[in-house]
């Protein structure tokens, strides 16, 4: 199984966002259906073996907690365009607005599950099953790390992670480098999914 975790400071946590200004209205949560496309999108066919978690921190109501499991999401859920990718963060906010309990998972759609989960959380979550790795530039390059079968990534967005998030995320997560540049978050993500793809034998 392999996990990615993207932290988004400024992601809107309400649907108040305009469809048609995503980078300009929504904390930029074009990024996150960026990701959400590289982590899950192949040609022709979906990666069952994909979780995302987006850990939204924007206003007006964080923290928003969407996950994203691709054994039980319908392939045809997830679409190649950034609108009815953000359509699905817009139903999940949605869903969102009425939960009150702080760790109760919601079903959005199969497969998508909303909650007031927060970064924290997410990664403790994570921790009882996966090796945790925290994408940074200044990391161990990725073609030195043995990676095991379960493995969590977790990246920032546009601003990257806080001092803050990443105080929380010292010997707990390696930092790992995919190179010496900064990298678009989704291209981060899809690197690392090719990677770990060079792997493992074709079946
Ligand atoms: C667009 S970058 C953020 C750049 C931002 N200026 C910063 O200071 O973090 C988004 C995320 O991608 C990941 N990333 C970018 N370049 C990377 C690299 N060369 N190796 C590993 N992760 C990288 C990091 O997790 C980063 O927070």
């Known amino acids: 199984m392999r996990t990615f975790i993207v932290k988004a400071n400024k992601a809107h946590t309400k649907a108040d966002f305009k469809l048609r200004d995503l980078p300009g209205t929504s904390g930029r949560i074009d990024l996150l ?62 869903v969102g607005e009425t939960l009150r309990e702080p760790s109760k998972e919601v079903q959005v759609l199969p497969g998508i599950y909303v909650s007031n989960m927060t970064f924290e959380d997410i990664v403790r979550r994570t921790l009882k099953s996966s090796t945790l790795y925290y994408l940074h530039e200044e990391g161990r390059p990725i073609g030195r790390v043995n990676f095991s079968q379960n493995v969590a990534f977790i990246l920032g967005d546009h601003e990257g992670l806080t001092p803050e998030d990443e105080t929380f995320l010292e010997g707990i997560a390696e930092k790992v480098s995919i190179g010496r540049k900064s990298y678009l ?11 770990l793809d060079s792997l493992t034998p074709p079946p």
């Open 185 to 195: 978050a989704s291209h981060v993500v899809a690197y690392v999914n090719i990677f």
């Open 33 to 94: 259906c960026r990701v959400l496309n590289s982590a899950f999108l192949l040609s022709y066919s979906f990666r069952k073996n994909v979780r995302v978690w987006l850990s939204l921190y924007g206003p007006p109501n964080p923290p928003k907690a969407i996950r994203f499991e691709g054994q039980e999401m319908k392939p045809k859920t997830l679409n190649p365009d950034e609108l009815s990718t953000a359509k699905l963060i817009i139903k999940a906010l949605k």
